[in-house]
């Protein structure tokens, strides 16, 4: 089956530092990239669609400067948690679309 | 917009009992609909999708699921419970394309009872 790669698998960052998410499609294209945001013992929440060639599209609350998405390639899109604060801390999922969506693996993100 | 709901935050089972977890969905045409299970810190793993055809649908492990169209409902089923399937289960569904974006329900926790 089609493979998405995220990585890191984990991240610890310090406060108010940037960490860039990266999420690819191994052996497949993706016009269409998802982010998702779980918080722990929770559901995941769509955080953005990413379209290659566009601007991201967010969901309402998510904040658009905080969280930066790049979808420049239409293997590669990434996720960029810039100025980090410790509600920051969450697990992070990407979901690339083929012939139908994969998702990724996952990134552990903890702002210290 | 489409929604999800899961009705049971928690479910206890006996091991070699049977399961059902409940799934309804919102969506004004035929969504494509899915069943995830993930293990603590893990990621999810596909356990079965619909997307047209045959209503009972198959999946890995053991599980299958019904879309039944008059109730929005896409219950997932499994005849005899391993203590390994104690895990999160999240229904999930999407829109009439394949790129539309999916929305997760708030999940199921599955215990087993040796």
């Known amino acids: 089956g089609a493979v998405v790669s995220q990585h890191p698998s984990r991240v610890i960052c310090k406060s108010g530092t940037s960490v860039k998410i990266e999420c690819r499609s191994l052996?497949?294209?993706?016009?269409?990239m998802f982010w998702y945001r779980q918080f722990p013992k929770k559901s995941l929440m769509l955080m953005a669609t990413?379209?290659?060639?566009?601007?991201?599209?967010?969901e309402q609350g998510v904040e658009k400067d905080k969280f930066l998405i790049n979808h420049a390639s239409l293997t590669l899109s990434t996720l960029t948690v810039t100025s980090a604060h410790p509600e920051d801390s969450s697990f992070y999922i990407c979901s690339a679309v083929g012939t139908e969506a994969f998702f990724g693996q996952g990134t552990r993100l903890t702002v210290v | 917009a489409q929604s999800v709901t899961q009705p049971d935050i928690h479910i206890t089972v006996s091991e070699g009992a049977s399961l059902e977890l409940r799934c309804n969905y919102s969506?004004?045409?035929?969504?494509?609909l899915f069943w995830y299970v993930q293990s603590p810190g893990q990621g999810l793993q596909l356990l079965l999708k619909?997307?047209?055809?045959?209503?009972l649908v198959q999946g890995i492990k053991g599980f299958e699921a019904e879309f039944k169209r008059s109730q929005s409902s896409f219950n997932l089923r499994k005849p005899s419970v391993h203590w390994s399937d104690a895990a999160e289960y999240f229904c999930?569904?999407?829109?009439?394309?394949?790129?539309?974006?999916?929305?997760f329900g708030k999940g199921t926790r599955l215990h087993i009872l040796p």
């Open positions: 969506y004004g045409a035929t969504p494509y």
């Open positions: 619909y997307f047209s055809g045959d209503t």
């Open positions: 990413s379209n290659e060639g566009s601007k991201a599209t967010y």
């Open positions: 052996d497949f294209q993706a016009t269409t």
């Open positions: 999930a569904v999407g829109g009439g394309r394949r790129d539309d974006k999916i929305i």
